[in-house]
């Protein structure tokens, strides 16, 4: 198998004006060619700072205090600047936005903007509009419609498959989709995740879905890395971790997805919010939500172990269930 993207201990600041805020600490994983990983964890966990990070663009005032990001083998990506690093853009690996929809320039037709992406990465107009039209065709999108329009006569699912067709217009190997179906209705998100990997299927493409819904991924990624406060809590193929949970936060999330048929039951529903990133305990950042702590939770943070089905996870729980068994 080939490693298309080896990310080490990633790690990502934000300085504010009382502390420095580490949105990413020491995030480490890698993806194959062909493979697909979602990252998952509530909102502000560090899921779009990570992205950010691998495209080395981190916004202001934000900036990578640590970590390497290799792809194809090749050398430290953060030590990379400037053309070479734009140009790696979108040939090799593209980003959809959160709301990609909404990033879709209002003023220009659909194939103008393919014109310019051609014209910026100095690829034939002829030819860049013939692949659009194939990649529309894949998208189940009827291409002469699609090109003529202006963003606003689309609805929101097709712009969603516009803004992900756009993004595999140079054949890059890599894209990573932040919350690519969050603003669709539940027909259109299957729809988008099975195109999705589809092409991934067909053109052997790397995928990185973000997500804040584990149940929306857990179909069509292979590995799931599951994110709480900045830090990588669970990692590993995703239907171990989809069937046997073993980190209380992960649980949480799977038992928080509502049943496609039935009542909604509350009580099942991750209890508390989010840690302050700002103010983050000693100890295990998840133990003021967890119903399992035991006083070493309040005293050292859960180093990661591996277990014995691929998953790596950072719980004392865990840890001592690991070695009791082991
Ligand atoms: N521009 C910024 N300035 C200051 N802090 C930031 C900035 N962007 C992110 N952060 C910090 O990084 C944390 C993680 O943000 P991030 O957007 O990566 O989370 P997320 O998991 O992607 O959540 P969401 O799904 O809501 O975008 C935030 O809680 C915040 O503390």
Redesign the pocket.
């Known amino acids: 198998m080939e490693t298309i993207l080896d990310v080490q201990n990633l790690t990502i600041e ?1 300085p ?1 004006e009382t502390r420095v ?1 580490r ?2 600490k020491d995030v480490s994983f890698q993806i194959q060619k062909g493979e697909s990983l979602g990252i998952v ?10 992205a950010f990070g691998l495209f080395n663009s981190v ?4 900036r990578i205090s640590g970590g390497k990001v290799h792809f194809f083998g090749g050398p430290n990506f953060l030590d990379i600047k400037g053309e070479t690093r734009r140009k790696f853009y979108w040939s090799k690996i593209s980003m959809v936005f ?1 709301a990609s929809q909404n990033t879709l320039n209002p003023l220009l037709r659909i194939c103008k903007q393919v014109d310019d992406i051609a014209h910026a990465h100095r690829l034939a107009k002829n030819k860049a509009r013939a692949k659009a039209f194939e990649l529309f065709d894949m998208m189940h999108l009827d291409g002469n419609r699609v090109m003529n329009s202006f963003p606003h006569e689309l609805s929101g699912g097709m712009k969603q498959r516009v803004s992900i067709g756009l993004a595999l217009l140079l054949d890059p190997e890599i894209i990573v989709l932040d ?1 690519p179906t969050t603003a669709l209705d539940v027909i259109s998100q299957a729809s988008v995740l099975k195109i999705l990997n589809r092409i991934r299927k067909e053109r052997e493409i790397s995928l990185i879905f ?1 997500t ?1 819904d584990i149940s929306v991924i857990s179909e069509v990624v292979d590995s799931v890395m599951v ?1 709480y406060a ?1 830090r990588v809590v669970e990692q590993g193929p995703a239907k171990q971790v989809m069937r046997y949970p073993s980190h209380p936060y992960t649980r949480g999330l799977i038992r928080s997805i509502p049943p496609l048929v039935g009542e909604v039951d509350y009580t099942k529903a991750l209890k508390g919010s989010p840690v302050n ?1 700002n103010n983050i305990p000693s100890g295990c950042p998840f133990q003021s939500r967890c119903e399992l702590r035991i006083p070493t939770c309040s005293e050292i943070e859960p180093p990661r172990v591996q277990l014995d089905n691929s998953v790596e996870v950072a719980c004392h729980l865990a840890k001592m269930e690991a070695t009791s068994q082991g």
């Open positions: 934000f504010t805020v949105a990413v964890g509530e909102s502000g966990s560090g899921k779009s700072t990570i916004p202001d005032p934000g959160q919350e973000i804040h994110m900045g990133l």
